[in-house]
């Protein structure tokens, strides 16, 4: 199985708030969609400094992680963002890469989305035990 990608929209959950309160319009909710990396070794979604700031997310602390190389370096911590894959989505935290670096969709936003990488299609799928909406596992 080679590498997986899909696109994924990233919103800032504080700016969806603010249209909610009549803070701000509909318009200026920061939102993109991206490419990412669908890592399930990776139990974070880790999004780069550029789309830091396009979602105009402040860092809120740091913590170590492992990198594939397994160098250990220290990252910021952003969030909440809502993330939507087809007709899934979830909130969470994620890890600041520097630069450009490629964006990774860990496992935490995956299981609670409900989606799964097809290991023939090599792609990100919706769990098709569970076609319309997400099943959580609590056991």
Do not use: W
């Not at 990776?42 to 397994?70: D, S, W």
């Not at 600041?96 to 299981?111: F, H």
């Amino acid at each position: 199985m080679g590498l997986v990608y899909a696109n994924i929209t990233l919103t800032n959950v504080k700016d969806q708030v603010r249209f909610e309160e009549n803070l701000i319009k509909k318009d200026q909710i920061r939102q993109i969609t991206a490419t990412m990396l669908v890592d399930s070794g990776a139990y974070m979604m880790a999004i780069n400094e550029t789309v830091k700031t396009q979602l105009g997310l402040e860092i809120k602390g740091k913590r170590t992680a492992q990198l594939a190389k397994g160098q250990v370096i220290e990252l910021g911590i952003v969030g909440p963002i809502e993330v939507k894959f087809e007709n899934r989505d979830a909130t969470c935290n994620a890890l600041v890469l520097p630069g450009d670096s490629e964006m990774l969709l860990g496992a935490i936003p995956m299981e609670e989305m409900d989606v799964l990488i097809h290991p023939t299609q090599n792609k990100l799928v919706v769990n098709p035990l569970h076609p319309n909406i997400a099943q959580l596992s609590l056991k």
